[in-house]
């Protein structure tokens, strides 16, 4: 079975930066589509950002856009989520996952097959 582990979380100022990786263990990480979720208290998971399988193309919700980048690199199975000009409603445990059966980002949830253990990420004022 896929595996996953997200790691990189702390506690920034607003306007800093925080770099999550996400190590993958497990299956064909090559074949998968990856993504970024994000759960803060009392809200709902949600879509942060996807790649497709090869890297060649993402999605980005309209919420980070600009200011959040994806990248993975198929040779270490691994998939980074460079956040930059943080915010404090970007406060949440983020999420990274898998999709076993498509190449290309999507940001439905259900389309996943495969979910870390989250990393917290908390920004200040």
């Known amino acids: 079975q896929v595996q996953l582990v997200e790691s990189g979380g702390g506690l920034v100022q607003a306007g800093g930066s925080l770099r999550l990786s996400c190590a993958a263990s497990?299956?064909?990480?090559?074949?998968?589509?990856m993504g970024w979720f994000r759960q803060a208290p009392g809200k709902e998971r949600e879509f942060v950002i996807a790649?497709?399988?090869?890297?060649?193309?993402?999605y980005t919700a309209p919420s980070v856009k600009g200011r959040f980048t994806i990248s993975r690199d198929n040779t270490k199975n691994t998939v980074d989520l460079q956040m930059n000009s943080l915010k404090p409603e970007d406060t949440a445990v983020y999420y990274c996952?898998?999709?076993?059966?498509?190449?290309?980002?999507?940001?439905?949830?259900?389309?996943?097959?495969?979910w870390g253990q989250g990393t917290q990420v908390t920004v200040s004022s």
């Open positions: 790649i497709s399988a090869t890297g060649g193309s993402t």
């Open positions: 996952a898998a999709d076993q059966g498509a190449i290309r980002p999507s940001a439905y949830r259900y389309e996943y097959d495969y």
């Open positions: 497990g299956g064909t990480f090559s074949s998968y589509a």
